[in-house]
């Protein structure tokens, strides 16, 4: 998928180290604008978490991770399949478990991208919904999916900062 100024390609393993590194600092951002220490965030040890987690990802079978880029440079990544969760229903919904934007170019359409993305991934699987987690104190990431049609819908589970993971549906009925 492609638009005059951003592509959209499938992973690969060469491009972990640059998908760990943009998503260090898309986590970074939205993570200390909630009130996380930097330590927390940036550390070595959680770069190569985070490093060994995309690895798994982009490695494995029944996950899809997409780079978007501009003029070479990689300015987002998506994260998508199965639900995780044993009580959602794989049958019918799909999951979005990770979309970043490097910092810096948010609002520019490279979130709104990889979110299509996700929607053709649901409807070429024919999926009829998606659901996704989104930190309570991430109001940034809610906003944008609230205008793609996602609403909570009432589950959570624990997150960092003595904060919780709000769990978001996507009905394709309502899919923007």
Known sequence: MTTSRTLLRAASV????RITDLHTLARA???????????????????SDRRESWMRAVRRDDR????????????GILSMGPPCEAGVDATT????????????LWGQGVGSHLHAAFVSFLR???LSSGVLGAWERNSRAQVFYA?????????HRPG??????????LSLDAAV
């Not at 899809?64 to 300015?75: D, K, Y």
């Open 14 to 17: 060469g491009d972990v180290d």
């Open 29 to 47: 951002a939205y993570y200390q604008a909630g009130g996380l220490s930097d330590a927390e965030l940036t550390s070595s040890g959680a770069r």
């Open 64 to 75: 899809t991770v997409l780079c978007a880029e501009r003029g070479g440079e990689m300015v």
């Open 93 to 104: 919904v799909g999951q979005l478990y990770q979309i970043h934007v490097r910092p810096g």
């Open 124 to 126: 070429d699987a024919s």
């Open 147 to 155: 205008r793609h049609g996602w609403k909570p819908d009432g589950h």
């Open 160 to 169: 960092p900062g003595d904060a919780n993971y709000v769990r978001m549906r």
